[in-house]
């Protein structure tokens, strides 16, 4: 098996897509580091298997503090060979109505972070010549959907870094470099997400509650990696409808979402300026979710 004694290091695995990484990796056969804000559930997910998994907490953003995590991870069993930068947060915010500061904030978190991370997880793959580097980008990534202008933004950047980086490294340095394109997964992202003015939602959203469970995502991203993906679609009925447009038809997909960005714009104007909004359920009937489905 393709994980099976390899030491697999997971960021954001106290909760949602990275825990259910970190579960999916001990099944088959990886050693896990476990990353995250919360120490108390990464030491639960520990006490699974405390002699294969090595508990790690940071901040992700805490630059300074990376290169001495990196030195302890590295010396755990003298490696790293897969990294999955998985930590990030979301975003459920109109352009017009969103402070600067989320945007950095979010830069900071989906891009910067893992960037940083790599960087110094890289020259010790390269020096091996082996390893596998992936990270979860979204169909934000490749979608640019209301509410999401930070979000999205990060998350192209992380498209194009990481595309970039493989270029570099897959042959002249033997390193593997997979991009995973979630949906909707049934998470807390949406309640985590940030508002206009950078405080947390507080609720999820109907697509959210209705995607795919995160043990699904997990193991499709793992099988994606093992088969030798570089881009690993995680998405089901109109995401991933989404991403098919995005390629054979951009401009019907750029006009099914300028209609959404008018049904949002009309509650705004109703509601206000910082009012809190839904992004539209797509897995309901409806002309917004049946054009999508015809066209793809």
């Known amino acids: 098996m393709y994980f099976e004694n390899k030491t697999a290091w997971v960021t954001g695995a106290s909760s949602g897509i990275g825990e259910a990484l970190a579960l999916a990796l001990l ?3 990886a050693r896990v580091i476990a990353s995250g804000r ?42 790293v ?13 109109l352009a017009i109505d969103t402070d600067l500061a989320v945007y950095r ?24 010549r082996a390893g596998h580097i992936a990270v979860i980008g979204s169909v934000a990534g490749k979608v640019g959907a209301p509410l999401r202008t930070g ?17 570099e490294v897959e042959q002249a340095y033997g ?9 909707s997964v049934r998470t807390s992202v949406s309640i985590n997400a940030l508002g ?55 401009n019907r997909l750029f006009d099914m979402a300028a209609q959404e960005g008018a049904r949002l714009a009309a509650q705004r104007e109703q509601q206000g300026a910082g009012a809190s909004f ?9 002309t917004y979710g049946q054009d999508a489905l015809k066209a793809a």
């Open 105 to 128: 904030r979010l830069i900071e978190v989906d891009y910067l972070a893992p960037v940083a991370l790599t960087q110094l997880v890289l020259p010790r793959m390269a020096e091996r």
């Open 38 to 79: 919360r120490p108390e559930p990464l030491a639960a997910l520990a006490a699974r298997a405390p002699e294969r998994v090595l508990v790690l907490p940071f901040e992700a953003t805490d630059y300074d503090a990376l290169p001495a995590i990196v030195e302890r991870a590295a010396a755990w069993h003298g490696r």
């Open 27 to 29: 099944e088959r056969g």
């Open 151 to 167: 979000y999205s933004g990060a998350k192209h950047a992380v498209q194009g870094y990481f595309d970039a980086l493989r270029a």
């Open 196 to 250: 206009a003015d950078g405080s947390a939602r507080g609720r999820s959203d109907a697509n959210i509650d209705q995607g795919m469970e995160p043990a699904v995502a997990a193991g499709l991203l793992l099988d994606g990696m093992a088969s030798g993906q570089r881009e690993i679609e995680i998405a089901a009925g109109l995401e991933a409808a989404a991403l098919q447009l995005r390629r054979h038809d951009p």
């Open 175 to 183: 390193i593997r470099v997979s991009v995973a394109l979630p949906g």
């Open 81 to 93: 060979d897969v990294l999955i930068n998985n930590a990030g947060i979301a975003q459920r915010s």
């Open 278 to 286: 839904d992004p539209a359920d797509v897995r309901a009937a409806g």
